[in-house]
């Protein structure tokens, strides 16, 4: 079954002076699925996000998110989008649970229904414990957990997740991206994640984009990409080896 696209882009492009960040970018994100988002450091993941939730203007091309234009819609597409940023920010002197209301209070939910979604998504990332405790106190695995819980409180179509896993050790890594593959199955959102972490990349996504210099050079399922650049069908294939393949083909 084909799915319908959710997120595409058209020869979307940002400059910054004489830098090129976006370069004519096309892809598609299919609803429903969760979209792996790979590339060096600098091959423009993040500036590819932060014109998708509106928060800078491309300079060329265009984008559509739920058939919005971010440009022109900024506010209805932060509405239904949910967006863990590079360096995640929650209030520092509010609690866990505190940080959670104010974000229903900013989606409109009504304080009755959100204590319960509140006490639900605690529990669902395991901070139950730990919710009356400042913020500031916080761990960086406690605050991507947080962030994940804002999600649920949230509930958006689609989430962007911008390294959610970044700094956290082995076993905060699986869990995190456990929680992300439940966002996909359990309360059905499409996912664009971007991330370093290959292995867990190949765990949970259905489709990956590989950017590089801020062009998307290859875009599919892990099989499609192992076909085309290692030529493989049938045997087990590591997403860092197809990975590489790429990168040094570019590189070459
Ligand atoms: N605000 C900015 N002003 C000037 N240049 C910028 C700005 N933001 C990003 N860039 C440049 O745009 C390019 C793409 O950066 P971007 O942050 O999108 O990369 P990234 O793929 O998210 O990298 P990383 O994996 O390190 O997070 C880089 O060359 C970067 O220096
Ligand atoms: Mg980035």
């Known amino acids: 079954m084909k799915r319908s ?3 595409e882009t058209d020869h979307l492009t940002k400059h910054y002076g004489t830098t ?13 699925e969760i979209f792996g988002f790979l590339g060096p450091n600098g091959s423009g993941k993040t500036t590819t996000l932060l014109m998708l939730l509106g928060l800078t203007e491309p300079s060329r091309g265009s984008a559509s998110v739920a058939g919005l234009n971010p440009t022109r819609d ?22 866990g649970k505190e940080n959670l209301q104010f974000i229903a209070r900013l989606n409109n939910i009504p304080d009755p229904v ?12 395991g901070l139950k414990d ?12 406690m605050r991507q957990r947080l962030a994940i819980a804002e999600l649920l409180i949230k ?10 896993t970044l700094g956290l050790d082995p076993e905060g890594t699986t869990l995190i991206t456990d ?3 439940s966002l996909s199955k359990d309360n059905h959102m499409t996912i664009l994640l971007s991330s370093h972490d290959l292995t867990q990349v190949q765990r949970i996504a259905d489709r990956i984009g590989i950017m590089i210099h801020g ?14 650049k290692l030529g493989v069908e049938d045997r087990e294939i590591s997403l860092d080896e197809v990975y590489m393949k790429y990168f040094q083909e570019v590189s070459e």
């Not at 090129?20 to 429903?32: K, M, Q, R, W, Y």
């Not at 959100?114 to 990332?125: D, F, G, N, P, Q």
């Not at 730990?130 to 695995?141: H, I, L």
């Open 20 to 32: 090129v960040a976006v370069d004519e970018l096309s892809f598609t994100i299919n609803e429903g």
């Open 130 to 141: 730990e919710a009356e405790k400042k913020v500031a106190a916080f761990s960086r695995g």
């Open 114 to 125: 959100s204590t319960s979604k509140i006490e639900e998504a605690l529990e669902r990332v």
């Open 179 to 181: 929680y992300i593959q």
């Open 215 to 228: 062009k998307m050079i290859a875009e599919g399922p892990l099989e499609k990409l192992a076909h085309e």
């Open 74 to 95: 900024a506010i209805k597409v932060k509405r239904m989008v949910g967006y863990i940023p590079e360096n995640i920010g929650f209030y520092d002197d509010m609690n």
């Open 5 to 7: 696209a959710i997120v």
């Open 155 to 164: 509930e958006p179509r689609l989430a962007f997740l911008d390294e959610p």
